[in-house]
């Protein structure tokens, strides 16, 4: 079952911290998920990177850019 991210807060770097509304939470280095290219070309920029939203609507976390990123992917990290 899709658990839903309620919570982002940039740590350092392209660390995340990211709580899911199941209460589990953790750090994801999204540079260890992405490259740098296509629409996730601009994210490379650490001070955009840190513009990071949350949109509840969907569940995950996404850039004014259009980037978003699978919150199935992101639990995967944090409970493995």
Known sequence: MLEDIIEVNHQENYLLHLKFEDGK????DISQLIKFTGIFAKLQDINYFK???????WGTIYWENGADLDPDVLYSIITN
Do not use: F, Q
């Open 51 to 57: 513009t990071v939203k949350l949109n509840p609507e």
């Open 25 to 28: 939470e953790g750090i994801v």
